[in-house]
């Protein structure tokens, strides 16, 4: 079965209720591929998830940015996966590289969320990705190898699981991978999934590429045959998203 574009749309801290509003509205106005072609995730701050999950059009979901590694209880200001499936919200974003870098959430670290919030029956956009340094250092697949098996060292079932390779040297940056480097660690994590959890594994699980993804250079990446979309963050604020989702038809 061929895999199906996936197209998320990361807001990260930003956003006011008016700003939300204007962006919800924006996106149920616009025409995109049905949801046979491409599905469509947003993911608001925590804040304002009830509000997009109540205005946003039928065909697009909501994703959390992060939630909690275990059972909710005394840890303030955490978010538990419980309690997302309470509000109905579907996904949840885990392992940004925001939070591994900023908030020094370890492989192991994002391993456990990962598996937690499926086990409570969360899907999972889990992200990976190389530093500048890293990528320099010749050290890219060690680093994306590292991060994905601390998450498959936990995870039995992949099919609600969505890999984001994100560089981190590409996010906000405005210094996109190019196709070609996308397709190579794309291919490599394929390869990586294959030889490490199963060949039906590595053929059916969404591997999906972010940073610094924009209208103009959707297309060339959507191309690659690897490639199975794009978690966007700076570009999901912006009309030019719709012509992210649009990409999707590059692969019909
Ligand atoms: P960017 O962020 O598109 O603004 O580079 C991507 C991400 O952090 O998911």
Known sequence: MARKFFVGGNWKCNG??????????????????SDDVVEVVVSPPFIFLSFVKSLMRSDFEVAAQNCW?????????EISAEMLVNLGIPWVILGHSERRSLLKESDEFV???????????????????????????????????????AISDKVSNWTNVVLAYEPVWAIGTGKVATPAQAQEVHSDLRKWLKDNVSAEVAESTRIIYGGSVNGANCKELA???????FLVGGASLKPEFIDIIKSATVKQ
């Open 16 to 33: 006011t209720t008016e700003e939300v509003k204007k962006i919800v509205t924006m996106l149920n106005k616009a025409e995109v591929p």
């Open 69 to 77: 590694v275990r059972k909710g209880g005394a840890f303030t200001g």
């Open 111 to 149: 391993g456990d969320k990962v598996s937690y919030a499926l086990s409570q029956g969360l899907k999972v956009i889990a992200c990976v990705g190389e530093t500048l340094e890293q990528r320099e250092s010749g050290s890219t697949m060690a680093v994306v190898a590292a991060q994905t098996k």
């Open 223 to 229: 191309a690659q045959p690897d490639v199975d979309g």
